[in-house]
């Protein structure tokens, strides 16, 4: 099953989308946040917040193939969508090792271990600008992100590598040159249809709030 609604909550991470379902080698596990707010090892084989996570994307399905869907919020936590990452049970785009995402009241925070390389496939590039965009790195962005009427929108504010703030004239050409050609509807901001009947989608804090019409 898609489940790029879901997956709409990490759209634009460290220039690369979350819309594609190119599976790619299952993450290290992790557990939800210590108190600092960093996640932590789990041991390997534990899922158990991955297997809740699974039954209500079930239940989403199941709902939206009725002809009157039940309207009752799906609360979708923060740590079932981490752990969720972590199984190996998303499919995430190439050049994408590694998913964790904060939410807080309408933003999420994603920070993400990206394979440049990968996502440019040995396309090159003269422009100086894009010489931040190779090899591994960990990323850090913040988006604005929400969905009413069936739509998911989501403003990136800003984009780090390695702690280090990507000018938005690079992050543009570097989305115009490698991610939208695949992804039409990604940009530095981006609109996309909610599956499985979805209605809104509400970033809460460390949770995300679903409903069906």
């Given at each position: ?12 991470i ?23 707010g ?20 079930d ?10 869907p ?22 995430l ?30 396309q ?28 998911g ?18 992050l ?5 040159k ?14 996309f ?21």
């Open positions: 099953m898609k489940i790029s609604w879901i997956l709409f909550t990490a759209l634009l460290g220039a690369a989308v979350f819309l594609g379902q190119q599976p790619t080698s299952p993450p290290p596990s992790m557990s939800p946040r210590s108190p600092s960093a996640a932590t090892p789990r041991p390997s084989g534990s899922h158990q917040l991955a297997e809740s996570m699974q039954r209500k994307l239940h989403l399905r199941e709902n939206a193939a009725s002809a009157h039940d309207q009752t919020p799906t609360v979708l936590t923060e740590e079932e969508i981490n752990d969720y990452f972590a199984s190996g049970k998303a499919q785009p190439q050049g994408v090792k590694k998913v964790v995402l904060q939410g807080t009241p309408g933003m999420i925070t994603g920070l993400v271990t990206v394979d440049f390389d990968e996502i440019r496939a040995g090159k590039s003269s422009n100086p600008l894009m010489a931040i965009f190779s090899g591994t790195h960990n990323v850090r962005v913040e988006t604005d992100a929400s969905g009413s009427g069936g739509e929108k989501v403003h990136a504010r800003s984009v780090s590598i390695d702690g280090i703030e990507v000018p938005t004239i690079a543009q050409f570097f989305l115009e490698y991610v939208t050609p695949k992804y039409p509807n990604v940009g530095i901001d981006s609109h249809p909610l599956p499985e009947r979805i209605d809104t989608a509400t970033v809460g804090q460390h949770k995300l709030t679903l409903t069906q019409k």
